[in-house]
């Protein structure tokens, strides 16, 4: 669809940072519920962390405490700060956009990335 483009992956050692960007220049950012989902290899789609428009935040038990979602409702950008990185979190990371937190955790999504690939190495 193209309504979402991330950025932002990349190879990093294990212990290192990394930040994802999703920017959304065509829908009208603010109201929706923002997300970042990850699918590694021979698994399912996970849920990471999401931020509704009232900037609440929700945060996947693995990644609590390392990775922190941020919005930026007037460049239509959602980020994704990842630190402390593990071998685990290697995955493609999608960003996904749609009305509420609940569309989000039931993977209901309207509008999904094209993802980016994040490779952590031991």
């Known amino acids: 669809q193209g309504y979402l483009v991330e950025s932002g992956g990349g190879l990093v050692q294990a212990g290192g940072s990394l930040t994802l960007s999703c920017a959304a220049p065509e829908l009208t950012f603010r109201w929706y519920t923002m997300g970042w989902f990850r699918q590694a290899p021979g698994k399912q789609r996970e849920l990471v962390a999401l931020?509704?428009?009232?900037?609440?935040?929700e945060y996947a038990d693995f990644v609590k405490g390392r990775f922190t979602i941020s919005r930026d409702n007037a460049n239509n950008t959602v980020y994704l700060q990842m630190s402390s990185l593990k071998p685990e979190d290697t995955a493609v990371y999608y960003c996904?956009?749609?009305?509420?937190?609940?569309?989000?955790?039931?993977?209901?999504?309207?509008?999904w990335g094209q993802g980016t690939q994040v490779t952590v190495s031991s």
């Open positions: 931020v509704d428009s009232s900037e609440d935040k």
């Open positions: 996904a956009a749609d009305a509420t937190a609940d569309r989000l955790q039931s993977l209901e999504v309207n509008f």
